[in-house]
T-cell receptor
């Protein structure tokens, strides 16, 4: 398997523009997570999905952020409008999941480095 | 109560030495404690994990020590090598949290040759 795939790897945009980050999870994984990593705040969970359904979006910073998972093999994280403080590395991760609820390994993608000027 | 506190923020160890990173938590419902390793430009990757039914888990040069009463756990890297230079994150979750991991703030480890 190729692992979790994210695109683009780098994104530079201007304040006010819409940004869309994309993620393809590992085939067969039931859970998909979006994280944001900054020097100041570390690794923050933004939202996660189980079987394409958003379970917890309490980490989404504000209404400018939205995430969708239209099918089991694709998810997007959109920022509209973007602001300089959104500059960070955004990671997507997926995990196999278990019906018993026991935590399982999360596999991270390589990340998208976003710079908002 | 959901936080996981990690220390130190950075660590320099000589090659062959022991690296020790500590984490503490408050939520007694946490029952899964993984450590992730992240190299520059890469995503974090699971290194080793422990559940509270054991006090220690060893995989090669990496050992997790777990103290349930103190609500602390630590990562020990024996015979540290320059290739171990990376950022290490501890994390915790609950079975009822359905895989929602709470991460520590990370420790940047540098192993000098």
């Amino acid at each position: 398997d190729a692992g979790v795939i994210q695109s683009p790897r780098h994104e530079v945009t201007e304040m006010g523009q819409e940004v869309t980050l994309r993620c393809k999870p590992i085939s067969g994984h039931d859970y998909l997570f979006w994280y944001r990593q900054t020097m100041m705040r570390g690794l923050e969970l933004l939202i996660y999905f189980n079987n394409n359904v958003p379970i917890d979006d309490s980490g989404m910073p504000e209404d400018r952020f939205s995430a969708k998972m239209p099918n089991a093999s694709f998810s997007t994280l959109k920022i509209q409008p973007s602001e300089p403080r959104d500059s960070a590395v955004y990671f997507c991760a997926s995990s196999l999941g278990r019906t018993s609820g026991i935590s399982d390994t999360q596999y991270f993608g390589p990340g998208t480095r976003l710079t908002v000027l | 109560q959901q936080q996981v506190k990690q220390s130190p923020q950075s660590l320099i160890v000589q090659k062959g030495g022991i690296s020790i990173i500590n984490c503490a938590y408050e939520n007694t419902a946490f029952d899964y404690f993984p450590w992730y390793q992240q190299f520059p430009g890469k995503g974090p990757a699971l290194l080793i994990a422990i559940r509270p039914d054991v006090s220690e888990k060893k995989e090669g040069r990496f050992t997790i020590s777990f103290n349930k009463s103190a609500k602390q756990f630590s990562l020990h890297i024996m015979d540290s090598q320059p290739g171990d230079s990376a950022t290490y994150f501890c994390a915790a979750s609950t079975s009822t949290g359905f895989q929602k991991l709470v991460f520590g703030t990370g420790t940047r480890l540098l192993v000098s040759p």
